[in-house]
C-alpha cells in the first residue's frame, strides 16, 4: 500500500481487507550522554513513524553498534532496557534484535505495526482549506547543539529531553478520533522538509505561520548564536526551491534555522478538516499533549510552503 515512493514515514503491506502491516527501523548516534535516557529517546523516535501511519506497534527488533571492550557491556545493557521500557510503555515487545562491533555506538530498533487498511493515515491525503495541527515543539537539534557547547540554560536541556522521550502515541490516537486526512512525523529533515514532502505527496501548498509554531526553550537564542547542526543546511538547500517567505523582517532572521533544524522523535504534524479542529485538539488535550494550529492547506502550487509571521 505504501512503498518508496511518497517520502513515507512507514511501509505498509495489506494482509487482508482488514489488516495491513506497517514497518519501519531507525537508529542514530547517541544524543544524550545518559544511556538509559537514550534508549527511551531512540525508541520513541522508532516508533513514531508507526504512530504517524495512525497504526498500532506490536513487535521491535534491537539494532546495536556498540564498542564493549572500550564502553563496556554495563554501558549497553541500561541503553537496551530504556528502549525496552519505552516499547512496553507504547503496548509493544522487544522481540529480539542484532548487534556487531563498532568504535562508535548506535542504537534503534525496526518496529512492526497493523493498522486497518480504511484507517491508514499517509502523508498524500491533505486538502485545500485542511488545518495544520503540530504536537511537539520543534528545536531539538539546536539544544543538543548548545547543550555540547555548554551554552544550555538549566531546565532547557531537560525540556527537549522530555519531549524527545515521549511517545507519539497519544497524538495518534487523538487524529485517529478526528479523522485526519494526512500526518508525518518531524524528524530529521526538520519541520519544513517534513512538511515539503507532505505538500508534494499530497499535491497541495502549505502555508504555516512562524508565530504560531511552538519552539522549545532556548532553541531561538541557540540559532542566534550560530549554535546550529551542520543537517540544517542542507534541509534549508531541500525546502528552499519551493519557500515564499512573506514579510522577512518579521519572520526574523532565526525562523528558517528553527524551522529547519533537524528534529530527534519530534511530534506529528496532523492534517485536519476544519471541522474536526475542535475535535483533534479536544482530543489532544483530554491525554495532556500539548498542540498548535500552525497553519493551513493551501490549493497550490504543489510543494510550496508560503511562511508567513
Ligand atoms: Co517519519
Ligand atoms: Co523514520
Not at 537508529?27 to 538509559?36: A, E, K, R
Not at 516499547?87 to 486497518?116: C, F, N, Q
Not at 524528524?187 to 512562524?210: D, Y
Request: contains cysteine; glycine residues 10%.
Amino acid at each position: 500500500m505504501v512503498g518508496f515512493e511518497s517520502f513515507a514515514d512507514a511501509a505498509v503491506y495489506r494482509l487482508s481487507d482488514e489488516l495491513a502491516l506497517v514497518q519501519t527501523l531507525d537508529f542514530f548516534t547517541p544524543v544524550v550522554d545518559d544511556p538509559y535516557l537514550f534508549g527511551q529517546i531512540a525508541a520513541a523516535n522508532a516508533l513514531s513513524d508507526v504512530y504517524a501511519a495512525g497504526a498500532r506497534p506490536l513487535t521491535a527488533l534491537n539494532i546495536v553498534c556498540f564498542p564493549s571492550r572500550t564502553l563496556g557491556m554495563e554501558v549497553l545493557k541500561v541503553i537496551l532496557q530504556g528502549g525496552a521500557d519505552k516499547v512496553l510503555e507504547a503496548g509493544a515487545l522487544v522481540v529480539g534484535g542484532h548487534s556487531v562491533e563498532d568504535s562508535e555506538p548506535k542504537y534503534g530498533l525496526a518496529v512492526t505495526g497493523i493498522v486497518r487498511p480504511d484507517l491508514l493515515v499517509t502523508n498524500s491525503g491533505a486538502r485545500p482549506g485542511d488545518l495544520l495541527v503540530l504536537t511537539k515543539p520543534i528545536g531539538t537539534g539546536l539544544l543538543l547543539m548548545a547543550n555540547k557547547a555548554e551554552m544550555a540554560a538549566a531546565g532547557e536541556l531537560e525540556a527537549a529531553v522530555n519531549s524527545m522521550k515521549e511517545l507519539n502515541r497519544c497524538a495518534a490516537e487523538a487524529m485517529l478520533v478526528a479523522s485526519a486526512h494526512a500526518a508525518t512525523d518531524i524528524t530529521g529533515f526538520g519541520l519544513l522538509g517534513h512538511a515539503r514532502e507532505l505538500a508534494l505527496a499530497s499535491k497541495v501548498g502549505l502555508e504555516i505561520s512562524f508565530g504560531k509554531v511552538p519552539v522549545l526553550p532556548g532553541a531561538l537564542r541557540a540559532a542566534a548564536m550560530g549554535l546550529v547542526p551542520a543537517g540544517t543546511y542542507a534541509n534549508l538547500d531541500y525546502v528552499q526551491q519551493g519557500l515564499v517567505v512573506i514579510n522577512e523582517k518579521v519572520v526574523g532572521e532565526q525562523a528558517l534555522d528553527v524551522l529547519c533544524d533537524p528534529q530527534t522523535s519530534g511530534g506529528l504534524l496532523i492534517v485536519v478538516p476544519p471541522e474536526k479542529e475542535q475535535t483533534l485538539l479536544a482530543e489532544l488535550g483530554r491525554r495532556q499533549t500539548t498542540a498548535a494550529v500552525i497553519g493551513r492547506v493551501l490549493p497550490g502550487p504543489a510543494g510550496q510552503i508560503r511562511l508567513v509571521p
